[in-house]
């Protein structure tokens, strides 16, 4: 059974700080791992990462797989208040697009 | 605690036939979300419901797509005579309120 766990399971941090997310991930026919934030209604995609070691970044966001060790982190530096929510992770396995999402971090940025 | 449920986990259908998808949320749950992934494309939402009425629909097509959350026993996606594209992983989450949602291992459904 694939598996996906993120930690930590909520984190309440100060404007300004860094903070990192952790997923690990058992994927049978693993072909991807996707991270998501998620506010209000559907999560929003942030990133996709297929290969080993090759950073994603966007804008205060990065996010780097480790396919050896089996897990990705997702960074945001300098968060604001807007940064709060909830950030998914999910493996997507290689026939396509089925997911197992990870139970996600809560996130909360006070000012 | 079990998570939350979908089945089947895959299904096949032809062209026409219809194709009813279940969700059993979480234990406590009476929020059911469900989500559309269309391959190469992120999750899109398709509707939202509590107990026995539909919250919001805004991302349900608005033909042969229908959603329920009876009272009693699981959500059910309906979708009535099916195209291909509607070839997708549908995935759905529950919550107890409007936060945090849980979401199941989804249902691969494949129109020949």
């Known amino acids: 059974e694939d598996k996906v766990v993120q930690s930590p399971l909520s984190l309440v941090v100060h404007e300004g700080d860094t903070v990192t997310l952790n997923c690990s991930y058992e994927?049978?026919?693993?072909?991807?791992l996707l991270w998501y934030k998620q506010e209000k209604k559907a999560p929003t995609f942030l990133f996709m990462l297929t290969s080993s070691g090759i950073e994603k970044k966007s804008g205060r966001l990065s996010s780097i797989l480790d396919k050896k060790e089996l897990f990705s982190i997702l960074n945001i530096t300098a968060t604001q208040t807007g940064d709060s929510a909830i950030y998914l992770c999910?493996?997507?396995?290689?026939?396509?697009?089925?997911?197992?999402f990870g139970g996600g971090t809560r996130l909360m940025v006070k000012p | 605690n079990a998570g939350v449920m979908q089945n089947p986990r895959h299904l096949v259908r032809r062209r026409g036939q219809e194709a009813r998808l279940r969700c059993s949320p979480m234990k406590g749950h009476s929020h059911v979300y469900w989500y559309r992934q269309l391959p190469e494309e992120g999750l899109k939402f398709m509707v939202y419901?509590?107990?026995?009425?539909?919250?919001?629909e805004s991302g349900m097509p608005k033909e042969r797509f229908s959603a329920e959350f009876p009272k009693e026993g699981p959500s059910i996606l309906r979708i009535q005579q099916v195209v291909r594209g509607d070839s997708a992983a549908y995935f759905c989450?529950?919550?107890?309120?409007?936060?945090?949602?849980?979401f199941g291992p989804g249902t691969r459904l494949l129109v020949l």
């Open positions: 419901l509590q107990k026995e009425n539909i919250i919001d």
């Open positions: 989450a529950s919550a107890t309120n409007q936060e945090t949602q849980y």
């Open positions: 994927v049978t026919n693993f072909r991807s």
């Open positions: 999910a493996g997507e396995d290689n026939a396509g697009n089925m997911l197992t």
